[in-house]
Nanobody, 126 residues
Framework: QIRLVESGGGSVVPGGTLKLSCVAT?????????MGWFRQAPGEEREGVAA???????IYADSVKGRFTISRDDGWNRLDLQMNNLKPEDTGMYYC???????????????????WGQGTQVTVSS
């Protein structure tokens, strides 16, 4: 079984900080495939948050630019999303995903991703 498992979600007040992590099992290699973070708010469509290529290229949604940072840590065995200055609008279920094709550029197009985690909930409220 190929699995992606997210962790690190929780409830914080506006302005707070969370760090999400994603680990893979079942012959999934972060150094071969570009990875991304997506989120889905209640009543909204899933949207891309950030993505990183095998070459370290990163892209971000305009809504999180300057506040969120995507990275590969632990020898590129773990995908992280550092989220600073969180806003209520950041509330949603966050998913990590692996691209279908190997060694391709980072993208926010969810059709480029083949494997998805189960999600971790982020709630930002007073």
């Amino acid at each position: 079984q190929i699995r992606l498992v997210e962790s690190g979600g929780g409830s914080v007040v506006p302005g707070g900080t969370l760090k999400l992590s994603c680990v893979a099992t079942g012959y999934t290699y972060y150094d071969i495939y570009s990875m991304g973070w997506f989120r889905q708010a209640p009543g909204e469509e899933r949207e891309g948050v950030a993505a990183i290529s095998t070459r370290g290229e990163t892209i971000y949604a305009d809504s999180v630019k300057g506040r969120f940072t995507i990275s590969r840590d632990d020898g590129w065995n773990r995908l992280d999303l550092q989220m600073n200055n969180l806003k209520p609008e950041d509330t949603g279920m966050y998913y990590c995903a692996r691209q279908i094709d190997s060694r391709t550029p980072a993208t926010m197009d969810d059709q480029a991703y083949a494997w998805w985690g189960q999600g971790t909930q982020v709630t930002v409220s007073s």
